[in-house]
T-cell receptor, first 114, second 114 residues
């Protein structure tokens, strides 16, 4: 079955420290890959996406992600975390371009320590 | 401003009552989606529509109904058959391009049962 896994349910980092959120997906072909961020009680905001080309993609708010086909991974990174980055982060994948259906991971909650 | 609006922000349902959640977009997007979000379960697809007057069931369609009479609107009805409707409901829309398809989300509606 097609699935997306975010192994870390909750992560705590200190402000100014680097961050990496992990995302792995099932399936053989190259899918479309996304990271979204959600603040409490709000909708989802798109951080970045990968369709094809350069496997290192830049997004908003200083985030980047790297697609590694051999590992079926699309990890999100930020070199220096700010307190305002505290939120829930979702990795999502479109496995079938015919339907455009997004399959979401369960999310990773990021807490930032002062 | 272009965007996706959802109303109301909070909705209360009584036992045996049908309620309708509104989703409107002025982005000229072809496809629209409804997701349900429960704590610790990520987002799950309820229904989606790729074109006016057509829609398909998602992964958890039981107890829900939709219509797509206009390109801009995709209302979701939570029927009395949905026994556990308390959740956060998110609407999304997307436009297919040659590069891929990106979903953008509304602010959400929280449904509570009285």
């Amino acid at each position: 079955a097609q699935s997306v896994t975010q192994p870390d349910i909750h992560i705590t980092v200190s402000e100014g420290a680097s961050l990496e959120l992990r995302c792995n997906y099932s399936y053989g072909a190259t899918p479309y890959l996304f990271w979204y961020v959600q603040s409490p009680g709000q909708g989802l905001q798109l951080l970045l996406k990968y369709f094809s080309g350069d496997t290192l993609v830049q997004g908003i708010k200083g985030f980047e992600a790297e697609f590694k086909r051999s590992q079926s991974s699309f990890n999100l990174r930020k070199p220096s975390v700010h307190w305002s980055d505290a939120a829930e982060y979702f990795c999502a994948v479109v496995f079938s371009s015919n339907t455009g259906k997004l399959i979401f991971g369960q999310g990773t909650t990021l807490q930032v320590k002062p | 401003d272009g965007g996706i609006t959802q109303s109301p922000k909070y909705l209360f349902r009584k036992e045996g009552q049908n309620v309708t959640l509104s989703c409107e977009q002025n982005l000229n997007h072809d496809a629209m989606y409804w997701y349900r979000q429960d704590p610790g379960q990520g987002l799950r697809l309820i229904y989606y529509s790729q074109i006016v007057n057509d829609f398909q069931k998602g992964d958890i369609a039981e107890g829900y109904s939709v219509s797509r009479e206009k390109k801009e609107s995709f209302p979701l009805t939570v029927t009395s058959a949905q026994k556990n409707p308390t959740a956060f409901y998110l609407c999304a829309s997307s436009k297919r391009t040659s590069g891929g398809e990106t979903q953008y989300f509304g602010p959400g509606t929280r449904l509570l049962v009285l």
